[in-house]
């Protein structure tokens, strides 16, 4: 596609529900992103996928959080038992590779709210 | 220590002037170094990325690196009030992950 595209855009679940937040990166780019933004705060990096595979999750908060990326292209990020704390926007990057250089772009993100 | 450290602002500058945002990171290894911006309620969007040493120039805006200092910052001349928004630097270091300072709001005044 021409953008990074993710859907819902907006979520409002009940804590303790499971939620799937979708990613549809640019067509070609290898690299995908997943981060979280609070308000008045950076994005907070979550995990990178290389191809299929999680080249990188060390920025999941615990295991109720997990991602996957089966094809190289789509992915979806699950979050299981929902806090009020994973309240956030969860943001989607892609990238032509993850080697030196290459920025990301952004997609328009999903606004998570759990209450 | 924060990975990255900003401001947080809000910076105010008259319309015309010149904005002069900041950027220190704890990484040595950091390689590659960006600068996003982001309006209220948008995602970030890539404006400058820089990976040598001094200044990298496109259109109204200039990078700087330092990295000796671990510094890296961001001129905006000729400053006009659609600049007006949160801006984050944001730093590649030798995991490939990018990591984002807290972001500086510039806030321009006509």
């Known amino acids: 596609g021409a953008g990074v595209s993710q859907t819902p855009s907006n979520k409002v679940t009940e804590k303790g529900k499971y939620v799937e937040l979708r990613c549809d990166p640019i067509s070609g780019h290898t690299a995908l992103y997943w981060y979280r933004q609070s308000l008045g705060q950076g994005p907070e990096f979550l995990i990178y996928?290389?191809?299929?595979?999680?080249?990188?999750d060390s920025g999941l908060p615990n295991d109720r959080f997990f991602a996957v990326r089966p094809e190289g292209s789509v992915s979806t990020l699950k979050i299981q038992r929902t806090e009020r704390g994973d309240s956030a926007v969860y943001l989607c990057?892609?990238?032509?590779?993850?080697?030196?250089?290459?920025?990301?772009?952004f997609g328009s993100g999903t606004r998570l709210t759990v209450v | 220590q924060k990975e990255v450290e900003q401001n947080s602002g809000p910076l105010s500058v008259p319309e015309g002037a010149i904005a002069s945002l900041n950027c220190t990171y704890s990484d040595r290894v950091s390689q590659s170094f960006f600068w996003y911006r982001q309006y209220s309620g948008k995602s970030p969007e890539l404006i400058m990325s820089i990976y040598s040493n001094g200044d990298k120039e496109d259109g109204r805006f200039t990078a700087q690196l330092n990295k000796a200092s671990q510094y890296v910052s961001l001129l905006i001349r000729d400053s006009q009030p659609s600049d007006s928004a949160t801006y984050l630097c944001?730093?590649?270091?030798?995991?490939?992950?990018?990591?984002f300072g807290t972001g500086t709001k510039l806030q321009v005044i006509p």
């Open positions: 944001a730093v590649r270091g030798g995991y490939q992950k990018v990591t």
């Open positions: 996928f290389q191809g299929t595979g999680a080249a990188d």
């Open positions: 990057a892609s990238s032509l590779t993850s080697t030196e250089g290459y920025g990301y772009t």
